[in-house]
């Protein structure tokens, strides 16, 4: 056998393993309030991973494990319009545009919302692999998360006026990055510790953090008001309480509510509604229905094709 088809071989192998599941995940998209009561579901095409509310609450963008992004009105998800390929969609402050990843993977693109002019290249990152971005409150700064040769997931501020060289905001294992309404802080969780917390750190000035978890979280998203960060622990959704000044201080920590929901540690794949009251999750349907995340299968590719070769 030719090494190239030794290769071959290799990728459908590893190819294989990322697809682990026989067939895609269905979810219905599930609207609940603060203590988890339903409020409304609607069905979700199979494959769904992470869903992001519109700011005024009417519209959701989610993408699809085929590497497309969709929009769709709230009130009738089951009617959704493809949006384009890529992943990991977020709305701009004012509900005009939507951020999201290349398809490839190694670049940031925004576009308007309802479709009505192409996609421009926002930030790239030359030797690195660009996972996700978030525009500030302000839409002056964008928050990248990207991954190095090493696998590291770095988070970088990049300012999109002015003087726009890039800044490191956290050096390794950050994950989901989320600029609080205020734009001075970014909320992100680390395994830094041995396993996954969630952390604050100022967006500018003296790179000090904070812990705000104290038995694991993920995916953390701010309150509306900014005096609140939620996060996913298991299938629970905490929210913890803020204070900044005179120093910062997390005074209360509650569980909201639990259920059969799925949540990725990458990236926050539920929202927050603009008033603070409900919450818009991925709710799993069936036995199969399981998200699995599958970690720097870049690398396991790579040793793959290594280990075929020899």
Excluded: C
């Excluded at 493809?82 to 693109?109: H, Q, T």
């Excluded at 790179?207 to 979280?217: F, H, M």
């Amino acid at each position: 056998m030719t090494k190239a088809s030794l290769s071959l071989a290799a990728l459908v192998v590893v190819s294989a393993s990322i697809a682990a599941q026989q067939r895609p995940p269905v979810f219905e998209l599930a609207l609940v309030d603060r203590a988890g009561a339903l409020v409304r579901v609607g069905k979700l095409p199979p494959g769904t991973f992470a869903v992001r509310l519109s700011p005024d609450g009417h519209r959701v963008a989610f993408d699809t494990y085929d590497g497309a992004i969709w929009t769709a009105d709230l009130a009738n998800i089951a009617v959704p319009r493809r949006f384009g390929a890529g992943r990991f969609p977020m709305w701009s402050a004012d509900g005009a545009r939507i951020l999201f990843a290349g398809a490839d993977g190694m670049r940031l693109y925004w576009q308007a919302a309802d479709g009505s002019s192409p996609a421009e290249l926002l930030f790239s990152a030359p030797g690195h692999d660009v996972s996700e971005g978030v525009l500030s409150p302000d839409g002056r700064t964008l928050v990248a998360r990207v991954t190095d040769a090493r696998g590291d997931q770095i988070v970088w501020s990049h300012p999109l006026e002015g003087d726009t060289a890039s800044r490191v905001l956290v050096r390794s294992d950050g994950l989901g990055p989320r600029v609080s309404p205020d734009g001075r802080w970014l909320a992100y969780a680390s395994e830094e510790s041995g396993g996954l917390q969630v952390y604050v750190a100022p967006l500018e000035g003296p790179q000090a953090r904070y812990q705000v978890s104290t038995d694991g979280g993920y995916s953390p998203l701010w309150s509306p008001d900014g005096r609140q960060l939620m996060y996913a622990k298991g299938q629970q959704v905490v929210a913890a309480s803020i204070v900044f000044a005179p120093a910062f201080e997390v005074t209360n920590r509650q569980t909201l509510f639990d259920g059969s929901f799925e949540f990725n540690p990458s990236h926050a794949s539920f929202d927050v509604s603009p008033d603070g009251k409900q919450f818009l999750l991925p709710k799993s349907q069936g036995a199969n229905a399981r998200m699995i995340v599958v970690y720097n299968w870049r690398e396991e590719l790579a040793s793959a094709v290594r280990s075929a070769q020899h």
